[in-house]
């Protein structure tokens, strides 16, 4: 399994989203850039420049038309993916700290900040499909109590929408007035760091700074899997069409007092979805792994680094071939 090596940003990654078809990679990252790729052979086809800030999170539509992006600069920003031009901007008190579509490509929710007296929020936005004016004012707004949003994604469906916070808990609003419908107060013990939903969005994965990965049920929250390392977690996604979760992260380069990358730990773990035990690793980044995604067809995955490199990996026909469950393997139909 040899990588690709992708060199396009001077400071550390902070997300890779693979588009629906898988032919592209957006990434972004602390030098306020977004670079789009070819996911087969890792040649970058063009920028996105607009922010003048960390560029935090990155989002991009089933149709491959929009890409919306999150920032320090205090801005959410919708792109044209094709033609690179920005079509609208919406400033905030605060940074922009997580985005995403929903699965019908008509509303993007975004997190914004707690910072310097401003309340933490939930904002979702309608997108015209047009191009054309899009509205300044939220669809709705709300404000998560007790612990502030660090991730969220859309539900099962557009109306719901699942947040993680930073006292490690997992709450499902209703999309449209923000009422909580289900809550998961005790999912994580840290803060929880990246949050990917399976296929069919029936149940999602998240990562934590408490070293633990989850497997949860969309409308209940209900807990599945735990996959325990040893190594706070920065991403977690989960792999398509194989039973397989991958996790990534590593200790914080200040407090790594050993240079060997063992200690470090950073290295892309695979573990098995349903049996929670480490299959495998995957060597490569000089330092933290700060976010993995997903190839949809599961051919490939890709993962960013606080060395500022991204490694897109094409699985091996053995990966294909292995039987995951020994005896156990089901029947192809």
Same mark, same amino acid.
């Given at each position: 399994?040899?990588? +690709?090596?992708?060199?396009?940003?001077?400071?550390?990654?902070?997300?890779?989203?693979?588009?629906?078809?898988?032919?592209? +990679?957006? @990434?972004? @990252?602390?030098?306020?850039?977004?670079?789009?790729?070819?996911?087969?052979? %890792?040649?970058?086809? =063009?920028?996105?420049?607009?922010?003048?800030?960390?560029?935090?999170?990155?989002?991009?539509?089933?149709?491959?038309?929009?890409?919306?992006?999150?920032?320090?600069?205090?801005? !959410?920003?919708?792109?044209?993916? /094709?033609? =690179?031009?920005?079509?609208?901007?919406?400033?905030?008190?605060?940074?922009?700290?997580?985005?995403?579509?929903?699965?019908?490509?008509?509303?993007?929710?975004?997190?914004?900040?707690? /910072?310097? %007296?401003?309340?933490?929020?939930?904002?979702?936005?309608?997108?015209? /499909?047009?191009?054309?004016?899009?509205?300044?004012?939220?669809?709705?707004?709300?404000?998560?109590?007790?612990?502030?949003?660090?991730?969220?994604?859309?539900?099962?469906?557009?109306?719901?929408?699942?947040?993680?916070?930073?006292?490690?808990? !997992?709450?499902?609003?209703?999309?449209?007035?923000?009422?909580?419908?289900?809550?998961?107060?005790?999912?994580?013990?840290?803060?929880?760091?990246?949050?990917? !939903?399976?296929?069919?969005?029936?149940?999602? +994965?998240?990562? @934590?700074?408490?070293?633990?990965?989850?497997?949860?049920?969309?409308?209940? !929250?209900?807990?599945?899997?735990?996959?325990?390392?040893?190594?706070?977690?920065?991403?977690?996604?989960?792999?398509?069409?194989?039973? $397989?979760?991958?996790?990534?992260?590593?200790?914080?380069?200040?407090?790594?007092?050993?240079?060997?990358?063992?200690?470090?730990?950073?290295?892309?773990?695979?573990? #098995?979805?349903?049996?929670?035990?480490?299959? =495998?690793?995957?060597?490569? #980044?000089? =330092?933290?792994?700060?976010? +993995?995604?997903?190839?949809?067809?599961?051919?490939?995955?890709?993962?960013?680094?606080?060395?500022?490199?991204?490694?897109?990996? #094409?699985?091996?026909?053995? $990966?294909?071939?292995?039987?995951?469950?020994?005896?156990?393997?089901?029947?192809?139909?």
């Amino acid at each position: 399994m040899r990588p +690709i090596l992708l060199q396009g940003h001077e400071r550390s990654l902070t997300q890779i989203k693979y588009n629906a078809d898988g032919d592209l +990679i957006f @990434s972004c @990252s602390k030098d306020h850039r977004i670079n789009v790729w070819y996911s087969h052979n %890792g040649e970058r086809l =063009g920028t996105y420049d607009g922010h003048n800030g960390t560029i935090w999170t990155v989002d991009v539509d089933s149709e491959t038309k929009y890409l919306v992006s999150g920032a320090a600069d205090n801005t !959410l920003k919708l792109w044209d993916v /094709r033609t =690179g031009k920005c079509l609208h901007t919406w400033e905030f008190p605060t940074a922009v700290k997580r985005v995403a579509f929903s699965d019908d490509d008509n509303l993007i929710a975004c997190i914004t900040e707690q /910072r310097m %007296g401003y309340q933490g929020a939930v904002r979702v936005f309608r997108i015209n /499909r047009n191009g054309t004016e899009q509205s300044e004012e939220p669809l709705s707004i709300f404000h998560p109590i007790e612990s502030k949003a660090t991730v969220l994604t859309f539900g099962l469906t557009p109306d719901t929408i699942i947040t993680g916070h930073e006292s490690g808990k !997992l709450t499902l609003y209703n999309t449209k007035n923000g009422e909580e419908l289900a809550t998961n107060k005790r999912a994580h013990r840290e803060v929880v760091t990246d949050i990917q !939903l399976s296929q069919d969005r029936s149940y999602f +994965i998240t990562s @934590s700074k408490d070293k633990c990965a989850k497997l949860f049920e969309t409308k209940t !929250l209900e807990e599945l899997k735990t996959y325990a390392t040893e190594t706070p977690l920065n991403s977690a996604a989960i792999a398509t069409k194989r039973p $397989y979760i991958l996790l990534g992260g590593g200790q914080e380069a200040m407090s790594v007092t050993t240079t060997s990358l063992r200690q470090g730990k950073f290295e892309t773990r695979f573990w #098995h979805k349903i049996f929670e035990e480490e299959v =495998g690793r995957v060597k490569g #980044h000089f =330092g933290p792994i700060n976010t +993995i995604a997903v190839h949809p067809a599961g051919t490939s995955y890709a993962s960013g680094g606080e060395d500022g490199f991204i490694r897109v990996h #094409h699985f091996d026909e053995s $990966y294909f071939k292995a039987r995951p469950y020994g005896d156990l393997e089901p029947e192809d139909d």
